[in-house]
Nanobody
Framework: QVQLVESGGGLVQAGGSLRLSCAAS????????MAWFRQAPGKEREFVAA????????YYADSVKGRFTISRDNAKNTVTLQMNNLKPEDTAVYYC?????????????????????WGQGTQVTVSS
């Protein structure tokens, strides 16, 4: 089992950057595929990015491709989402998620139902 705690959210102007971090408990962090999802008010939770166990495989939603970068440090039990050129439509609560499954295909990896563990979320607000 793993517990996830996100940090790094805040208020930023459009075009700015934020760096989200997710700290995981436990000694088997490298056994988990990790992902970031987000949920805006009145909308469903949506996939943002995912990274495989060793960090060599990544997926991004089209809406963030080229602006966001997901990475992980298995020695420090952390996964990071670097967000650049932020837009008002990026405003949402961002959640870190984990699954023991392999990263798989994009379709499978982007399904929220695949993930067993979730953090409490961190708010990101982008002003225009």
């Amino acid at each position: 089992q793993v517990q996830l705690v996100e940090s790094g959210g805040g208020l930023v102007q459009a075009g700015g950057s934020l760096r989200l971090s997710c700290a995981a408990s436990g000694r088997t962090f490298s056994s988990y595929t990790m992902a970031w999802f987000r949920q805006a008010p009145g909308k469903e939770r949506e996939f943002v990015a995912a990274i495989g166990r060793s960090g060599t495989g990544t997926y991004y939603a089209d809406s963030v491709k080229g602006r966001f970068t997901i990475s992980r440090d298995n020695a420090k039990n952390t996964v990071t989402l670097q967000m650049n050129n932020l837009k008002p439509e990026d405003t949402a609560v961002y959640y870190c998620a984990a699954t023991t499954d392999y990263i798989g295909t994009y379709y499978y990896t982007s399904r929220a139902t695949r993930y067993n563990y979730w953090g409490q979320g961190t708010q990101v607000t982008v002003s225009s």
